[in-house]
């Protein structure tokens, strides 16, 4: 399956952004979705998960109660809304997919993963 990410940008401290990730060329309601980001000079980091049908979530503790993981399995599409953005939001912005039942977290659980989009935030 192919993850195309977009949505990133350069914005100041406290706004908003929406990540897209538009899946193609499988069943995206049978793959479990996650979001990821890496900032320069450090490791992958795991940012939220979704379940197949959307009705789990999972947060990193770094970004709960300000990030939103969604997706429409119509549109084969997982969403990452983000608000209050901080200066150590930035980061290069990954979508993942896996195939298991459960959420997971590790990077190494997930087979696909899409080109990354970058999101730079200022003070």
């Known amino acids: 399956v192919q993850l195309p990410a977009s949505g990133g940008g350069s914005v100041q401290a406290g706004v908003s952004l929406r990540l897209s990730c538009a899946a193609s060329?499988?069943?995206?309601?049978?793959?479990?979705m996650g979001w990821f980001r890496q900032a320069p000079g450090k490791e992958r980091e795991f940012v939220a998960a979704?379940?197949?049908?959307?009705?789990?979530?999972y947060y990193a503790d770094s970004v709960k109660g300000r990030f939103t993981i969604s997706r429409d399995n119509a549109k084969n599409t997982v969403y990452l809304q983000m608000n209050s953005l901080k200066p150590e939001d930035t980061a290069v912005y990954y979508c993942?997919?896996?195939?298991?039942?459960?959420?997971?977290?590790?990077?190494?659980?997930?087979?696909?993963w899409g080109q990354g989009t970058l999101v730079t935030v200022s003070s």
């Open positions: 979704i379940s197949r049908s959307g009705g789990s979530t």
């Open positions: 060329g499988g069943t995206f309601s049978r793959y479990g």
């Open positions: 993942a997919a896996h195939k298991a039942v459960s959420i997971m977290i590790s990077p190494s659980e997930y087979s696909s």
